[in-house]
């Protein structure tokens, strides 16, 4: 089993920053990949950023040179470093861990933080 353990959501005014971390659970997170989602009231649920195994990244356009997403294996945990804070940015954030394995497939997510972008 996988668990999933968010934190670092909260209330910040617009251009301010949050860091997001997920710590995982289990043996398989060093070959997963890692993503961070993130759902607004009413909104679809969207693809923030993910991490490859190998440290590649990919951003969502809405968050490209303000977002940062990092993996620690060693932690088992994976960042994402939120700055310029857009009140659209406001939403539940979730932690997402993937990993196929030919017939069988790991996809497990997180609990879901607030984050809150309002003066």
């Known amino acids: 089993q996988v668990q999933l353990v968010e934190s670092g959501g909260g209330l910040v005014q617009p251009g301010g920053s949050l860091r997001l971390s997920c710590a995982a659970s289990g043996s398989i997170f060093s070959i997963a990949r890692m993503g961070w989602y993130r759902q607004a009231p009413g909104k679809q649920r969207e693809l923030v950023a993910g991490?490859?195994?190998?440290?590649?990244?990919h951003y969502a356009d809405s968050v490209k040179g303000r977002f940062t997403i990092s993996r620690d294996n060693d932690k088992n945990t994976v960042y994402l470093e939120m700055r310029s804070l857009k009140p659209e940015d406001t939403a539940v954030y979730y932690c997402n861990l993937f990993a196929p394995r030919g017939s069988f497939q790991f996809n497990y997510w997180g609990q879901g933080t607030q984050v809150t972008v309002s003066s």
């Open positions: 991490i490859n195994s190998d440290g590649s990244s």
